[in-house]
């Protein structure tokens, strides 16, 4: 599948991603459910290949230190 963005929309989409990635691994981290944990983790493994893709980093450099 294709999915074209503009300049704007990727800027967007890779600041939602960015956002949404450390309530995922929270979420991981905290859930007793394995089933649960997989799912989570399977969404932040797209997460952080689809930042990949557009050219960021999943993590912000402040959390890298």
């Given at each position: 599948m294709d999915l074209a963005l503009n300049d704007d929309d990727v800027v967007t989409l890779r600041g939602l991603l960015r956002d949404y990635l450390?309530?995922?691994q929270?979420?991981?981290a905290r859930t007793d459910s394995k089933s649960v944990r997989h799912v989570l983790i399977t969404?932040?493994?797209l997460c952080e290949r689809l930042l990949d893709q557009l050219?960021?980093?999943p993590?912000?450099?402040s959390s890298l230190e």
């Open positions: 450390p309530q995922l929270r979420e991981a969404r932040q493994t050219g960021g980093h993590y912000p450099a």
